[in-house]
Structure formats: structure tokens, C-alpha cells
């Protein structure tokens, strides 16, 4: 940690200790420990803070008052041990504390402002299109008027009556739209450049903007049309692919192929139907074509599709075949949404905002004006342009400039060789990540501004702000609790020496009654009931849900760019359910060489193996050439399938559950008599029994009946640990308080609680 940060952890350690001292005087004390006073203040603060999320109520302000002081009482000795002086111990806070420093040096005014105005952008569409001129950030002043004074030509041109759409296709160097007369589409609010978007909602529909800057270069934009929101869309669609360089047969048989599939779906077939046969789109051909997000104007790829599907007025209306870059689609309208309201949407606004640095910058920039106001920033001019002036010169370090302020902020200096300094820290970060980019001595300068204003702000947060003061002393303390806590407790808890030892003393605390190993399954009907004893016969259990077939071509193993989609959501689907186990099969063609599908089985186990899956959930197998599905497709067949299965019951008993309430239940494990309402009333002997107990038809299958007894040490080491660790507790807490007498106010701790 380097000498300015440890000052301000210092000076952060003597206002919490200054500030809690004079409090402390000024207030009668709720508590004493050893020679610190907690004053009723500080109690009472945490108290209600408890109190209103329900952690403390009437039944147990009692424990309260003990945790409280025991919580104290561990601080106090973690700070008499020096356990707030390591540099793990700083490190970790003032990590933390950057963290919670960031919601305060922002703008919130200005931020504020920039959610409402992206929000009433939102309720507009607008179609723009550009002419580009690229321009270097540190572009010469020389190369700036050229850029800038090309498209001031092209725009007086423009206004005498020539085409937009034509000069854009000769001049722009936009390679994405200059081929379509500049059109960029629809724009996404917070998907811009923020000047760009600005100069975008500024500019009537069919009328020109002046010539703008970004950071990309000039721009000289066309508003082409702009109307309310129309909202967003959930599609599905069926696919023929076809590339933009597909042979003219190639494209007949396409064409042939989505008019087929359209003529089907005006005969009143199922989309999803029709999909499943026609689509060549493999996510979603089996899900009925449904693509998983809403769409708005501005993500679409293509403008012919927005205004086609914008068309759609009922759920399940679909649209005429529509050729793309991509190939033939019929979309089906799923669902539309309007713009959510205001308080939904501003989260996410504020935090696409906050990642965006177009906006960021007039955060900041505003944030930094005003704090050189508030903390009386002074500039010393004459200074600051001796150094811009000598910014490129040699020097020896001992120059007599180096010494004089360039500015202060509340009467703290910042001399030019901090200046200088700080442009070599950050030259050489930028070096290492080889992105150095060309700053002029004046950028420097008001990088260094911003830098030191911000510091000085975050330095004095807690004198500013006692929330601030509050939050990080609570982390504090939570840091020197949680390590005292590992030190004296957690760690020594873990000897299993010490833990036979303590289960041998308290032996008779560790006792098994009269229990039996069962499994449990109910049903509100018979066929039900069977039906699930089969599937629960036996782990891991089968599921009903499907995932499709991953093909391959013939005679290969290799897996393909959609094989590898396929595998990375089947991926996604097994992190998210720890249960499952998947089953992975390979399959080929009666044709096929003898042991290509064992390779694609095992390429495809592999895959989800490198990917995080633990081969324990992952059963292969083989089936050859057995088990062909098509004759006439023969492609087909060079297949792995895939199915799932799971570990828990409540999986299988959530696949009943979902076409009907409660239609099953399902437990297994041991249980003591009355921890089941019909294990109470059959008799505990070996053996299944069937019966109708309570409106619904059970099976109780009895593996094992165990008399009581003593639990070994195995089975009982979990609550072993727990107790060890409690009795750790409570000698440990008894030594500190021997050491540190501790004090009680029971008139001010009441008062606060009453």
C-alpha cells in the first residue's frame, strides 16, 4: 500500500475513534469495556437498524443485548491485539472501502437527469442515417478543419437539392451503412456514442443536423423517420439458411423449400409443427422456433423485418416469407410488451449509464466542477503554464519549478513534480497493457485536476457524510470479528483429536431413537402412484424433459460450430440443475465406419468435461449402428442423443407437480416416528406396503428398522462441530471478559429498547 493511502487509512482510523470519543463524552454510556466507552448513541443506532429488519423482536432482546456485547467485546480485544494494524487487515478495508465510496462521487443530479432523459428517449423511435468522416482523438488542429469542413461541403450540397442516400455511398467511410445510403436503422437509447444520440433526438424527422464530433470522428447525420414507441417483441420463426453467395440453384431450392413450409402454416398446421419439419435453425426448431428475448426497433438486424413483424397485431399472427442476410424467415408474433413504467426501467438505465463512458465523462466533469467549488480549488495559473511548457523538457529532479503548487484544494497543495509524477505512474500502467494512447500536457493536466479533487473527496467522506462513517466502521468491525472468531474458534474447532474427546465427554447428547429407512411416495390417484414407483424404483431417476439430437456428418466426429452451440446450452442447463445427470449416447448410419459413434460420444463427453461438468454426471454410451430413426434421411441417424436424469426425487416429483398440484409427494431417508403422518399409522416391519391413508393412495416401502441407539462419531460429527464450537465460544468469551471487565448501563440500555 503506498504512503498516501496509508495517511488516509490513519487519518479514516483517528475521525472513527475522534468522532466516537467525543460522542461518547457528550452522551451517557450504554457500555464499558476495559477503557472504551460505547455510548447509548451507537447502541441505539444498531438497535433500530435491527429491530426494523425483524432481527430483533419482544421474544429475543435479551440474546440481543448478549450478542451485542459479546460483538463488542471481540473488537476490543482484536484492537488490543493490533489486529486493525496489519497490512491484510488495511488492504482489505480499504478495498472495501473504495467500493462503498463510488454512489458518492458521482453527480447524482446529473445523473439523475441523463435516466429521464433516456427514458423519455425510449418512448420514440428514430431512423437516422449518416455520412462518416474517421478522426483520430489527437488529431492536428489542421486535420480536424479538413474532416470538419468536408462534411460542411457534402451538408450545403445536400441542403441545394442533392441525394443524402448518393453522397453517403460515395463519401462516408462507414463501412456498414455507406452502401445503404448511410441508413443505420432504428437506434437503441444507450446503445450510442451519447453526443451521437444526442444530436440524433435534436434533429427533426427529414431534416439534417450540423457536422458533430465523437471520439470515433465526424458525423453528419439525416433523421429518415421517427415515431412513438412501438414496442417490443418475443418472436419465433421458422429458417431456411442461405448464404449471399449461394448459387442461383441454391437459392431456387430455398425459396422452394420457406414456400413450402408457408403454405403448410395457411393450411391452419401448427407452427410448431411446421417448424420442427422445416426450420434449420437448431436452437430453436424443437422449441417451436421461439427465440428467447424481446426485440425493439433498434436491435432487429434488418429494417425489413421491423417493419414487417411491427405489422403483427394478435399473438400468433405470422408474416409472410422475408428474405435477410441470414436467409428466408416466417416469423410468428409471440407476445408484445409496451414500455415498462418509469420506476422499473430506471435501474437498468442508471446502470447502462454508469458502464457507458460517453456519459460517464459529463458525470464526472460535473462532479469535479463542483467539488472544486466546494473545496475551495484554487489554481496558481502562472505555474501550471511553466509546467505544460517544460512537460517534454529533461530534467534532473532538482529544478526549481518542481517544488512550486499548481493548485490547492482546501489549502492542500499539489506541486508540479506531483504532476509529473503522476503522468509517469500512469504512462507506465498503460505501457504494460499496451495501451498507450496520445494525450497533449493540457489532458494531462486536467486528468491530474480531476484525480486530486476526487481523492481529496473520497479522503473526507466520513467527515461529510456519518452514513459513510457508520458503514465503514460496521465493516471494520466485522472484519476483526470474523478473524478473531477463525483464530479462536472456527480453526481449533477442527481438531479431531479435540473432537473425539469431545464427543466422548458428552457422549449421551449423541443418540438415534427408533427410526426407520423408508420411501414414501403419495398420489391422488392410483395410476399416478404406479406410474411413479417404476420411475422411482431405482437412481438416478429419468426425467420428461428433452433436449434435441446433435448430428454430425458422415463419417465424422468432428463437432460442428452448431454441435458446439448445442453443447455449451446443455452446459448452461447442468450448471443450473446440480441434480441432473445426463446420458450421453452416440449413434451412426448403417453405412457408417464401425466406431464413429463411439468417437462422437466421447468428443461430446469431452467437450462437457473442459467446460466444468464432472464426469460423475455424465453417463456414455454407445448404440452403434442399432438404432437408426430414419430411412429415408439417412443423415439423421449420424446422431448423439442426449437425456436427462437426476440425482433427487424432487425432480421427478416436480414433472407430476406441474400438470397438477400436489398430484404426487415422494420422501426417502430415515425417520423417527413422528416425522411422517403416515409412517405413524402402518406398522415398522421390513417390506412395502400399499394402503389408502388420508384421501390418497401411499406406498410405504420399509428398508431398515433401527432400534435407538448411539450415534458413532462419523455419523454425528457435523453437530460434534456445532457444540465444540459453542463451548469454544462461551470459554473464549468468559477469558476475554476476565481481561477486559466489561460494564453494563442496564438504565440506558433500557431506555433504548423501551
Not at 390 to 403: P, V
Not at 581 to 594: F, H, L, M, Q, R
Not at 613 to 618: A, C, K, L, S, V
Request: hydrophobic letters at 35%; glycine letters at 4%.
Amino acid at each position: 500500500m503506498n504512503k498516501s493511502l496509508t495517511r488516509i487509512y490513519r487519518l479514516i482510523a483517528l475521525i472513527l475513534i475522534t468522532v466516537t470519543t467525543a460522542e461518547a463524552q457528550n452522551e451517557n454510556y450504554a457500555l464499558k469495556i476495559g477503557n472504551r466507552t460505547i455510548n447509548s448513541k451507537e447502541f441505539s443506532q444498531t438497535f433500530q437498524k435491527l429491530t426494523q429488519s425483524d432481527s430483533v423482536r419482544k421474544d429475543n432482546q435479551k440474546e440481543f443485548i448478549n450478542n451485542y456485547i459479546n460483538y463488542k467485546l471481540i473488537v476490543y480485544a482484536a484492537e488490543r491485539m493490533g489486529k486493525d494494524t496489519t497490512r491484510a487487515f488495511r488492504e482489505e478495508i480499504e478495498t472495501y472501502r473504495k467500493e462503498l465510496a463510488s454512489p458518492y462521487l458521482v453527480d447524482k443530479l446529473i445523473l439523475e437527469k441523463l435516466i429521464q432523459e433516456s427514458y423519455e428517449r425510449m418512448r420514440e423511435e428514430i431512423r437516422v442515417a449518416q455520412i462518416f468522416i474517421p478522426l483520430a482523438k489527437n488529431a492536428s488542429p489542421a486535420d480536424t478543419m479538413v474532416a470538419y469542413n468536408e462534411l460542411k461541403s457534402l451538408r450545403a450540397r445536400i441542403s441545394k437539392g442533392e441525394s443524402f442516400d448518393q453522397l453517403a455511398k460515395t463519401y462516408s467511410k462507414d463501412t456498414y451503412s455507406a452502401a445503404k445510403g448511410g441508413d443505420l436503422g432504428f437506434l437503441s437509447v444507450l446503445e450510442n456514442n451519447y453526443t451521437f444520440e444526442t444530436a440524433a433526438y435534436n434533429t427533426p424527422k427529414g431534416e439534417m443536423s450540423n457536422p458533430f464530433r465523437t471520439n470515433k470522428g465526424f458525423h453528419l447525420i439525416k433523421v429518415l423517420d421517427r415515431h412513438s414507441f412501438r414496442g417490443k417483441v418475443k418472436l419465433a420463426h421458422i429458417l431456411v439458411s442461405l448464404s449471399p453467395t449461394a448459387s442461383s440453384e441454391e437459392a431456387t431450392k430455398a425459396k422452394k423449400k420457406i414456400d413450402e413450409a408457408y403454405e403448410y402454416l395457411k393450411r391452419n398446421e401448427p407452427f410448431e409443427g411446421v417448424c420442427r419439419v422445416f426450420s434449420e435453425d437448431t436452437r430453436t426448431k424443437d422449441n417451436g422456433g421461439v427465440m428467447n428475448r424481446f426485440w425493439d426497433a433498434g436491435t432487429l438486424i434488418d429494417q425489413k423485418i421491423v417493419e414487417t413483424v411491427f405489422a403483427l397485431k394478435e399473438k400468433n399472427d405470422y408474416t409472410q416469407p422475408i428474405q435477410t442476410s441470414l436467409g428466408w424467415h416466417i416469423f410468428r408474433l409471440v407476445e408484445k410488451k409496451s414500455l415498462p413504467k418509469y420506476d422499473e426501467m430506471a435501474p437498468f438505465i442508471r446502470q447502462k449509464i454508469t458502464a457507458d463512458a460517453s456519459r460517464n465523462i459529463i458525470i464526472k466533469n460535473n462532479l469535479v466542477k463542483r467539488l472544486q467549488k466546494d473545496n475551495n480549488f484554487q489554481e496558481i495559473l502562472s505555474v501550471k503554464q511553466e509546467a505544460i511548457e517544460n512537460f517534454y523538457k529533461d530534467r534532473i529532479g532538482t529544478e526549481d519549478y518542481l517544488a512550486k503548487a499548481l493548485f490547492t484544494i482546501n489549502q492542500t497543495s499539489s506541486s508540479v513534480k506531483d504532476f509529473y509524477s503522476f503522468v509517469t505512474k500512469h504512462q507506465r500502467q498503460l505501457a504494460k497493457l499496451k495501451a498507450l494512447d496520445e494525450k497533449t500536457p493540457q489532458d494531462w493536466y486536467d486528468l491530474f485536476v480531476e484525480n486530486q479533487n476526487l481523492r481529496y473527496e473520497e479522503s473526507n467522506l466520513e467527515i461529510k457524510f456519518p452514513e459513510f462513517r457508520a458503514d465503514i466502521q460496521e465493516y471494520r468491525e466485522g472484519i476483526l470479528q470474523k478473524q478473531m472468531l477463525n483464530d479462536n474458534v472456527y480453526e481449533k474447532s477442527l481438531d479431531s483429536l479435540a473432537q473425539v474427546k469431545f464427543y466422548n465427554q458428552h457422549i449421551d447428547q449423541y443418540q438415534y431413537t427408533h427410526r426407520v429407512l423408508a420411501k414414501v411416495i403419495t398420489s391422488d390417484r392410483k395410476e399416478t402412484l404406479e406410474q411413479a414407483k417404476t420411475l422411482l424404483a431405482k437412481t438416478p431417476y429419468p426425467m420428461n424433459r428433452r433436449f434435441p439430437d446433435i448430428y454430425f456428418e458422415k463419417d465424422k466426429s468432428v463437432l460442428s460450430s452448431d454441435a458446439q452451440k448445442m453443447l455449451y446450452d446443455l452446459n448452461i442447463i447442468l450448471l443450473k440443475n446440480r441434480d441432473y445427470i445426463v446420458e450421453v449416447t452416440g449413434n451412426s448410419d448403417p453405412e457408417e465406419a464401425e466406431n464413429i459413434s463411439a468417437e462422437r460420444a466421447k468428443k461430446s463427453v469431452n467437450y462437457l468435461i473442459n467446460s466444468g461438468i464432472t464426469p460423475m454426471r455424465i453417463i456414455e454410451k454407445d448404440d452403434g449402428k442399432y438404432k437408426p430413426i430414419s430411412k429415408t434421411d439417412r443423415s439423421k441417424n449420424s446422431r448423439v442423443g442426449i437425456r436427462f436424469l437426476s440425482d433427487s426425487m424432487e425432480d421427478v416429483v416436480k414433472r407430476f407437480n406441474a400438470l397438477k398440484p400436489n398430484s404426487l409427494t415422494a420422501e426417502e431417508g430415515f425417520f423417527k416416528k413422528d416425522e411422517n403422518e403416515y409412517l405413524k399409522d402402518v406398522e415398522w416391519t421390513v417390506g412395502e406396503k400399499n394402503l389408502n391413508l388420508k384421501g390418497r393412495f401411499v406406498s410405504i416401502n420399509i428398508l431398515k428398522v433401527e432400534e435407538p441407539r448411539t450415534k458413532t462419531f462419523k455419523e454425528a460429527r457435523g453437530q460434534i462441530t456445532r457444540d465444540y464450537q459453542k463451548q469454544l465460544l462461551e470459554n473464549w468469551i468468559n477469558q476475554l471478559k476476565s481481561k477486559y471487565p466489561v460494564t453494563v448501563n442496564e438504565n440506558e440500555i433500557q431506555k433504548v429498547i423501551n
